[in-house]
Structure formats: structure tokens, C-alpha cells
């Protein structure tokens, strides 16, 4: 024996308590903490004081960052939503036929998802009434001018004699179609899925001979 205390194991999946001051990195820390813990026990079921724990951080020192768990809540919402409209507006600044554009945005929507699989659940599959208060909230507004613009370019679609139906109709069904692959293949991963590229596409392919005019 050499004599050296042997440190204790640090917990899988926690981080250990860092020095003070570490500001933004800190923060994001808690919000991705928060958002694991969120999906995994539910708003309601996760606490202060086991999101603290799981950065390393006592219950008084995370209020330092959030003033209460709801706050954490928002702004994961909001920095979904905000990710998302970015990669929208990069799609829209695109040239070419209002339909293609379509396409791609629907595609980025659902790689989106599945890139931030955590993150969509809390923003479209499980957010509770905390997340959903006060129509002017950011994440409201973000998630509103998100649709507002994805039904804009179905708008332009149909201005140019592309659609087979009615704007709004269109809209909700390929939102509805891009929304149903994501939401069933993360939260049932254990089917045996085709590849999630293949599965995709065919599933775009549908939509657009169905509702859109060649």
C-alpha cells in the first residue's frame, strides 16, 4: 500500500463541483443537466435540488443562474426554438422553386429533431403547462414565427399553382408527417426501423406527390 487516500468514485453521468465563476459554461452545464432530467423523470418529478446535484452545484448556488426551475424550462425551450429558426432562415436565403426550399426545410426540421432528440421532446411531445404559459413569451413567439414561415412558403407554393389542396390543410398535414417520423422513432427506438435516411425520404415522397402538383 502506497499510503495515498483512495478518492472515491465520482457518480456515472454528474459532473464534480467546480470553482466559482465559470459563467456562461456553467450555465449551459444546468441547461443540459436540466433538459436530460426533464425528459427522463418529467417536469413535475425533477427537482432543484437533483438538477443541482447532477452539475456538482448545491441548490443555492444554481439559483444564482435560474431563479427557479420554470426559468430553466424556458430557456431550453427558447434556445431549441432559436436553433432551429436559424437553420430555417439559412434554407429560406436559399435560391430556387419555393417547393424545393419546402423540402429542405422539412428535412431540417426532422434531422433537427433528431439531432436534439432531448430538446424535442420538451418543445413538441412533453412540454407541460409551465412551458406553454403567456402567449408572448419567447418561445411562443419563436415556435409561432417558426409555422408562420413554414406556411408562408406553402403560400408561395400554392400562389404559383403548385398545391392540390388548400394552404392551411397542406401545411398541418406535412408539418404532421415531418412531426410523427421524428416523435415515433425517438421515442420508440427499439422497432426495428429502416434506416431513418430511407425512411425519410420515402415518407417526403409521399407527402409531396399527394398534396403537391407535379
Not at 38 to 61: K, M, N, P, Q
Request: with cysteine.
Amino acid at each position: 500500500m502506497s499510503g495515498v487516500p483512495i478518492q472515491s468514485p465520482v457518480p456515472a453521468g454528474r459532473s464534480t463541483r467546480k470553482p466559482k465563476g465559470e459563467g456562461h459554461a456553467r450555465r449551459a452545464e444546468i441547461l443540459d443537466a436540466a433538459e436530460r432530467i426533464f425528459v427522463e423523470v418529467g417536469y413535475d418529478g425533477a427537482t432543484i435540488r437533483r438538477i443541482a446535484d447532477e452539475v456538482g452545484l448545491s441548490s443555492t448556488a444554481l439559483y444564482m443562474h435560474f431563479p427557479e426551475k420554470s426559468a430553466i424550462l424556458h430557456e431550453i425551450c427558447e434556445g431549441a426554438f432559436g436553433r432551429l429558426q436559424a437553420a430555417n432562415a439559412t434554407v429560406l436565403a436559399e435560391g430556387g422553386p419555393a417547393e424545393v426550399k419546402l423540402r429542405r426545410l422539412m428535412e431540417g426540421y426532422i434531422a433537427f429533431g433528431f439531432a436534439n432528440p432531448n430538446a424535442y421532446r420538451l418543445i413538441y411531445l412533453t412540454r407541460p403547462v409551465e412551458a406553454r404559459e403567456g402567449a408572448d413569451s419567447a418561445s411562443q413567439r419563436l415556435g409561432g414565427e417558426l409555422y408562420r414561415a413554414f406556411e408562408a412558403l406553402i403560400e408561395e407554393v400554392g400562389a404559383a399553382g403548385g398545391l392540390r389542396g388548400e394552404v392551411r390543410a397542406t401545411a398541418q398535414a406535412l408539418w404532421a408527417g415531418a412531426h410523427g417520423i421524428v416523435s415515433l422513432m425517438i421515442t420508440k427506438p427499439y422497432f426495428d426501423w429502416v434506416d431513418r435516411e430511407v425512411l425519410t425520404r420515402t415518407m417526403m415522397d409521399a407527402l409531396f406527390a399527394g398534396l403537391l402538383k407535379p
